[in-house]
Each structure stands twice: as C-alpha cells, then as structure tokens.
C-alpha cells in the first residue's frame, strides 16, 4: 500500500515487479546470473535461458533457493526454432512473460582490414540476432496478452563510440541500441517500455579468467575512469533491476551507459586529475 503522497510501504512495493515472470537470455553466466538473481530478490519468477544446461539450472537453484520459482531454457536463442519451441515452453511451465533481459554477447578482436565476413557475421549473431528473435518473441506475447511489459537489453560503450579493434561488435551493439529506440516507439502504444544499458569495463568472470581484479581497477584507472576502477556485474544487474522496474515507469527508448563515468571523461580528465 502507498501513502497519501504515493510513497510505498516496502521495496518490493517500490519495484512493482512481485509475482512478475522474467525471462533473461544469458542468464546462466556473469552479468546474466547476477540480473537473474537482483530480479529474483525484487519478486520476480525466472526462466534462466542459457545455451549450457548445468548453467542454467544452476542459477535456477540460487532462484529458488530466494523463495521464487525457477525454470531452466537451454538452447542456442540464436535460433528461431529454438526460440519458439525453448521460450513456448518456459511460458507453459511459469506463465506469459512480463520482463525481457537479454544479455548475451561476444567481441572478437580484429582491425577492420583483418576482419572476415565470419568474423563480421558472428559478431552480428551473437550481439544482435539474438536480442532481435528473443525481443520479437517476448512482445508478441506481450502485446497478445495485453501486458504492459517490459524489456532491456545490454549494449556497450562501444557501440555509442568508435570502437578500434571491435569493429563489428561495435557495430552489432550501435545496432541494438538502434533496434531499442524503434522497438520504444513500436511498442510504446501497448504500454511496453524498451530500454538497454551500455556497460564499460566491467569485471565479469570472462575478464578475470585472463588477469586479476586488480590489474583490470589498474588499466581503468590509467584510462581515466572518474571512478578510478572497473564495473562490478552486479552494478550492471541494479542498473537493469531500475529499468524494468516501476521506479522508470516513464522512461522508454533509453541507453543507459553504466561505465563509471568513461564515455564523460574522453575529454582528457588525465589532466584535471593531475592538478588535484
């Protein structure tokens, strides 16, 4: 219950999102376990999609272990049938889906000149096809069952700047952050709100296989990261909870960049912090 100046009793009241269904492509693995897990506290019952199978469930035991229900979605969500068949299923086992978080993604490392059209149509798959076939899925159902829905996808700072060596990744994420905006307007009518959050450095698990977290706070520090190191996951998971949540009701069509402060400081920072 709210009180007379509209303010909630209690947080999950804040969030809006007990008894929610959320499906979260990627959910198996870093930054996805983290939102799936960020979710689960704020009410919602998940299906945890993950292309490997011992990821997923066991996520989806951590979900249950927080008193909300779980289900287990394997398969390659770069596929159509897969998506249609895995997800129809999911549906059947939880309810409609009311939340989409789509997380999946890969970066090759290549200049332009050494980039295959592989290497370019891989890219494009894993960071944007998938986001495309699991967005198109979850609004239809959405929009059939007329829910308010909502769904946000994680983008990059890269794909809001060039992105050297990262040319196609880039260009997939410049992509969805391009198919957000016309999925706000498209959907905006059925009271679905779309958005997406670009990540910067960030100490994913991915990351810290190759060097430790100290190393990576170094390097973003001698980037000149204001905030003077990497991202945590679980800050990218509380800057999706925000979004798919009541408390952005009347945002839509937004990239939310979660980067410490990065993308603000390409104007040579170096030098301001050197006078302090």
Known sequence: MADQHGLPDNLEELFGLTGKVALVLGGGFGMGEQVCLWLARAGCDVIVADILPERAAAVAAKVRDLGRRAHEAVGDMCEQAV??????????????????????????????????????????????????????????????????????????????????????????KAGLISLVKTLAIELGPDGIRVNCVAPGMTKTPRALARRPAADIDANARQMGIPLGRAGEPREVAQAILFLVSDMSRYVTGVTLPVDGGWLSARLDVGNFTNRR
């Open 83 to 172: 998506v249609d068949s895995v997800l129809s299923a999911a549906e059947t086992a939880l309810g409609g889906i009311d939340i989409l978080v789509s997380i999946i993604g890969e970066a090759g490392w290549f200049s332009v000149l050494e980039t295959t059209l592989e290497d370019w149509k891989y890219d494009q798959r894993r960071n944007l096809d998938y986001f495309f076939l699991g967005a198109q899925y979850a609004a239809r159902s959405m929009v059939n069952r007329g829910v308010a829905g909502r769904i946000c996808a994680i983008a990059s700072v890269d794909g809001m700047q060039a992105s050297p060596m990262h040319g196609a990744y880039g260009a997939a």
